[in-house]
């Protein structure tokens, strides 16, 4: 427990710091860059700490996963909310999409005002954009980049944001209490293409206008359904193909979080290696269109995993079923090599201010 103790406190310091130093800024805050993308894709870990990525590196014997061996920016991010050191998703989510600060629960609102999430502040560049999850649409995490909400629970108020958000490609797992028949006929209204599996994700979608597809069984590791990286590639080239004017793209690993909640070490890993495929085939993406930023890192850690070689590969790893105040990792590729100098440690609404940065400039 010393070693969870001294990072906890670690982060104590870092959140009075970051309290006093951080306003309310959105896109185009603070943290100023000079580099440019034409597309950013931001993927998302859910509870991913530093220490699950060491500890399913050694499960499955490997020097590093794929996401630490990337060649750019490399460190670690702070992730408290304005009310708690430890925040949940939808604040999380708000201070990556927003670039701004807000209370646990909250979804893209501050203080009970809407504030600009990634949809709207895209739309001036008419970018396109998607997202895909492999939890319900109106998770925490996609709803603070398409919607607003004075609470994560109400999914009627963010599936109502989503079909007025502009988005163009949803890509979630089924589920039947969110997707009712009048949710369903709003998705046909809205201009969606429903789509109802992987199946359906093929060649033949690429001339759909706007994509709402879902998945019955969405395992991030697809042997028991689809396949988080089948799903994020399709999305990819669907919005490229697409897009004159570049696009956003926010990929999310949900049940990372899930199951470090109940504290199964192997399914997680499992999760978390499919995860880190699904980086590889991104990153291979990226490197050979050459316009495309692309960040990886978590909105929180969940479990206060802690690892050291030659532990168990067990659930004593996970020390709690919550989330920790810890700082997460963070890795960038494609970022200009004058950005970020001198910096080990960014909090989170700092990577939505990279994120905007980039966007902005490349359209000057």
């Excluded at 009712?180 to 429903?194: F, H, L, M, V």
């Excluded at 988080?228 to 979080?257: P, T």
Aim: with cysteine; net charge negative.
């Amino acid at each position: 427990m010393k070693k969870l103790i001294s990072k906890i406190t670690v982060v104590a310091l870092v959140v009075l710091l970051v309290a006093f130093s951080v306003a309310f800024v959105g896109c185009n805050g603070s943290l100023k860059v000079s580099g440019s993308a034409k597309n950013v894709i931001l993927l998302i870990g859910d509870g991913m700490g530093l220490e699950h990525l060491e500890a399913v590196a050694a499960y499955y014997q490997l020097d590093k996963l794929n996401m630490q061996s990337m060649t750019g920016f490399n460190g670690e991010v702070t992730t408290h909310s304005r009310n708690s050191e430890v925040t949940d998703s939808a604040a999380a989510s708000t201070a990556l999409s927003c670039g701004v600060k807000t209370d646990n629960k909250s979804v893209a609102r501050v203080d009970n005002e809407n504030v600009e999430n990634m949809a709207e502040f895209i739309a001036q560049y008419n970018m396109d954009m998607g997202i895909v999850v492999t939890e319900k649409a109106t998770g925490a995490t996609p709803s603070g980049f398409a919607s607003h909400s004075y609470d994560r629970s109400n999914d009627s108020n963010i599936f109502k944001g989503y079909m007025a958000s502009g988005v163009d490609l949803f890509v979630s797992q089924y589920d039947e209490d969110i997707l009712n028949e009048d949710r369903e006929s709003a998705i046909i209204n809205a201009g969606y293409t429903r789509l109802n599996s992987m199946a359906d994700l093929t060649e033949n979608a690429y001339s759909a206008e706007k994509i709402f597809a879902t998945v019955d069984a969405f395992a991030g590791y697809g042997e028991d359904g689809a396949s988080l990286v089948d799903a994020s590639m399709f999305a990819i080239n669907y919005l490229d193909q697409k897009s004159e004017n570049g696009f956003f793209m926010m990929i999310e690993s949900s049940y990372i979080d899930k199951i470090a909640h109940s504290g199964d070490f192997e399914d997680m890993a499992r999760e978390l290696r499919a995860f880190d495929e699904t980086i590889k085939a991104v990153l291979d993406w990226a490197k050979q269109d050459g316009e495309t930023l692309v960040i990886i890192t978590a909105d929180h850690e969940t479990g206060g995993l802690l690892y050291n070689p030659g532990d168990n590969f067990d659930d004593t790893l996970f020390k709690t079923g919550e989330h920790s105040g810890v700082n997460v990792g963070v890795f960038i590729y494609g970022l200009n090599g004058d950005d970020l100098q001198g910096k080990t440690i960014l909090d989170n609404i700092e990577i939505n201010h990279i994120m905007c940065g980039y966007i902005t400039n490349f359209r000057k």
